[in-house]
């Protein structure tokens, strides 16, 4: 069921802007074990005290760039970017195991946006070198109109709107920040899309977040799945 926030009209949406795990990437908690990893490398064991408050903040911040999450826990930007190496790593080698899987119907809504002469752009707050590796398991390669990462965008991951003007600004597709729709599963993602000025900012249940986190982060709709995203936007621009 979608859930109607706002009364405003939308202007007619003509770049979708979607996360990736979480919202069109099934990953089976592969952030929590690679997370294990990282922790590792700075000396924080799995099962301690400091490990399970750790993972508590990694839990609570799902959606926000990890560089980002890292310097909130190591403190210093040596420690942070070590931990991070080291997350990436880990879950590079999870995903080539084969740990990946499409959301339910993703592909396909992808597929039904570029169809309805939408522009759509992926995004995440893995470094590129993990969005590839994901890219390339699920053969997703060419499947969206660019992908982005928190690199491409300055370095500013979510919550900031970066990712999502950078996406306005590359593909050229929208005349308006208006007609850009934000789709994602965490609150971060919701707060990203509010700062750019999108004209949609859905949030899906089929990750991290719930329906509270996502409606008190400004989401003007909640969708069971991004499967549902592409009969919204029909919809709220007929």
């Known amino acids: 069921m979608v859930r109607e926030l706002t009364t405003h009209t939308h202007t007619h949406v003509k770049l ?34 400091d490990h399970a408050a750790q993972l508590d903040h990694v839990r609570a911040t799902m959606g926000e760039s990890k560089i980002s999450v890292f310097r909130h826990l190591f403190g210093t930007e040596d420690r942070a970017r070590r931990a991070n190496a080291a997350f990436e790593k880990a879950y590079g080698e999870l995903v080539d195991g084969g740990l990946v899987a499409p959301v339910d119907g993703a592909r396909e809504a992808i597929e039904e ?42 370095g500013r991951g979510r919550p900031h709107p970066d990712m999502v003007l950078a996406a306005f600004l590359r593909t050229g597709a929208a005349d308006s920040v208006r007609e850009v729709a934000v789709a994602g599963d965490t609150a971060y993602d919701m707060r990203s899309g509010v700062r750019a000025g999108a004209g949609v900012v859905a949030g899906v249940l089929t990750g991290a977040h719930d329906r509270t986190a996502l409606t008190d982060a400004g989401a003007t709709h909640v969708l069971p799945s991004v499967a549902d995203l592409p009969a919204l936007l029909r919809d709220a621009t007929a």
């Not at 979607?18 to 099962?47: H, I, K, N, Q, S």
């Open 16 to 49: 979708a802007v979607l996360d990736m795990a979480g919202t069109t990437v099934a990953d089976g908690g592969l952030v929590e074990r690679a997370f294990a990893a990282a922790a590792r490398e700075l000396g924080v064991e799995p099962g301690s005290a």
């Open 113 to 154: 946006l570029r169809a309805d002469g939408r522009t759509v752009v992926l995004t995440t707050g893995f470094a590129r070198v993990t969005q590839d590796a994901i890219l390339a398991a699920l053969g997703w390669r060419d499947l969206a109109d660019l992908t982005l990462c928190p690199a491409d965008a300055g």
